[in-house]
């Protein structure tokens, strides 16, 4: 057998050595205040040396509060949703037709999937130490979203599927007894 190294791809000597930069050709020359890259590249590497230095890591402390942000954006996030929701129900109109009904189905729908997957959209967020931080996010996540289930209802009532009158409950309504009777003469 022959060791043979194996050859390392091109991708990788290009980005090891990159391609020098071609000096600017034509009579044109540079505006005011933009320098050239190439004298501007040099200028910056001759006058600063690299200076990286790795990143510090977060503390427990800092990544709990940064978790916690993040929590109570995703609580919000549903009320970020209405406005819309309501102008697209608003222009929809009252009417049954297709697209009406769908959406008073989603006005439905993702709320109460919203209400359901609560603890799943935070389980990302949550830790030993921000667990009880974390139950008013979610509290408020499902306000939010028991808000968002207040516009499914306005739009079903809009529509006259709530059956809010009198002449709604006709059917179950007794039949009043009359106290006189007339008799009409012949």
Same mark, same amino acid.
């Given at each position: 057998?022959?060791?043979?190294?194996?050859?390392v791809?091109?991708?990788?000597?290009?980005?090891q050595?990159?391609?020098?930069?071609?000096?600017?050709?034509g009579?044109?020359?540079?505006?005011?205040?933009?320098?050239?890259?190439?004298?501007a590249?040099?200028?910056?590497?001759?006058?600063?040396?690299?200076?990286?230095?790795?990143?510090?890591?977060?503390?427990?402390?800092?990544?709990?509060?940064?978790?916690?942000?993040?929590?109570?954006?995703?609580?919000?996030?549903?009320?970020?949703?209405?406005?819309?929701?309501?102008?697209?129900?608003?222009?929809?109109?009252?009417?049954?037709?297709?697209f *009406?009904?769908?959406?008073?189905?989603?006005?439905?729908?993702?709320?109460?999937?919203?209400?359901?997957?609560?603890?799943?959209?935070?389980?990302?967020?949550?830790?030993? *130490?921000?667990?009880?931080?974390?139950?008013?996010?979610?509290?408020?996540?499902?306000?939010?979203?028991?808000?968002?289930?207040?516009?499914?209802?306005?739009?079903?009532?809009?529509?006259?599927?709530?059956?809010?009158?009198? *002449?709604?409950?006709?059917?179950?309504?007794?039949?009043?007894?009359?106290?006189d009777?007339?008799?009409?003469?012949?």
């Amino acid at each position: 057998m022959s060791s043979k190294t194996p050859s390392v791809p091109k991708w990788v000597v290009d980005l090891q050595h990159p391609p020098t930069l071609k000096s600017k050709a034509g009579s044109i020359p540079d505006p005011p205040g933009y320098p050239s890259q190439s004298t501007a590249l040099s200028k910056k590497q001759a006058s600063k040396e690299p200076k990286t230095q790795p990143r510090k890591q977060p503390t427990p402390e800092e990544m709990d509060t940064l978790k916690l942000k993040k929590a109570w954006e995703v609580a919000l996030a549903p009320v970020k949703n209405l406005p819309m929701t309501a102008i697209m129900m608003y222009m929809s109109g009252n009417s049954l037709q297709i697209f *009406s009904i769908m959406m008073v189905f989603m006005a439905f729908k993702n709320p109460i999937m919203g209400i359901i997957g609560t603890n799943q959209a935070f389980e990302r967020f949550e830790s030993e *130490s921000n667990k009880t931080k974390l139950i008013q996010a979610k509290l408020a996540y499902v306000a939010m979203q028991i808000v968002a289930l207040a516009v499914g209802i306005w739009k079903v009532n809009a529509m006259g599927l709530l059956p809010t009158t009198r *002449s709604d409950w006709l059917a179950w309504e007794a039949q009043r007894e009359p106290l006189d009777h007339a008799i009409p003469a012949f």
